[in-house]
C-alpha cells in the first residue's frame, strides 16, 4: 500500500509541475489511450462469423437454421436468406 500512496504523490508532484498546455497535451493522451483500449475491447469481444454455406434457396435455408437452432449454435442470415453465418470458433 506505501507504494501506491508513493506512486500517487509522484505523479501529483509530477502532474503539478506541468503548465497548463503540456496538462492538455497529456489529458489528451491519456484520453486517447482509454479511447484505444474501449475499441479493442470491443472489438475483441465480437463474435466473428464465416459462412456455412451460401447460394441457398431460403426455402432451403430454412431446415438448416431449424437444425442450427436445435444445436443452439448462433447463426445470421445475410444476402436475403441466401447465406448462411455461423462462428468461426464452431
Known sequence: MDFV???LARVRV???ALD?????VMGGL??????????AA????????TILVS???????APIV????DLDVSHQLVRGGTTILV???K
Open 66 to 69: 431449424d437444425r442450427l437452432r
Open 20 to 24: 497548463a498546455g503540456q496538462r492538455l
Open 42 to 49: 470491443f472489438f475483441m469481444g465480437r463474435t466473428q462469423y
Open 87 to 89: 462462428p468461426e470458433s
Open 5 to 7: 500512496r508513493k506512486t
Open 55 to 61: 447460394g441457398l434457396e431460403p426455402t432451403e435455408a
Open 30 to 39: 491519456v484520453a486517447a489511450v482509454a479511447l484505444a483500449v474501449l475499441i
Open 14 to 16: 509530477s502532474w503539478q
